[in-house]
């Protein structure tokens, strides 16, 4: 069983930077599949960005190409979303979820476990 724990989230400005943290507990994580998504009010949730386990592989949804950037760290069981150059359509509530075998990167029920989520607020 994985334990997944987002941090990071906050209240920033247009243009600023964040910083989000998926720390995991329990299972190999290192080998899962790591995704970012993101839900915003009334809207349904969408892919952000997505890891691979050992292979190291990335894919980003479309809104956030150039601008985000997803990394992680096995030694400290942790991947990260870089964003920069934010806007205020990024604002959301962003989760991170994983799964050992992942098909289809982008959807959400390729992955078991997820985290509570982190709010991101971007003013304009």
């Known amino acids: 069983q994985v334990q997944l724990v987002e941090s990071g989230g906050g209240l920033v400005q247009a243009g600023d930077s964040l910083r989000l943290s998926c720390t995991a507990s329990?299972?190999?994580?290192?080998?899962?599949?790591v995704g970012w998504f993101r839900q915003a009010p009334g809207k349904e949730r969408e892919f952000v960005a997505g890891?691979?386990?050992?292979?190291?592989?990335?894919t980003y949804g479309d809104s956030v190409k150039g601008r985000f950037t997803i990394s992680r760290d096995n030694a400290k069981n942790t991947v990260y979303l870089q964003m920069s150059y934010l806007k205020p359509e990024d604002t959301a509530v962003y989760y991170c979820?994983?799964?050992?075998?992942?098909?289809?990167?982008?959807?959400?029920?390729?992955?078991?476990?997820w985290g509570q989520g982190t709010q991101v607020t971007v003013s304009s």
């Open positions: 329990g299972g190999t994580f290192s080998t899962y599949v």
């Open positions: 979820a994983a799964n050992p075998v992942v098909r289809t990167i982008k959807e959400t029920y390729e992955y078991a476990y």
């Open positions: 890891i691979g386990g050992t292979a190291y592989l990335t």
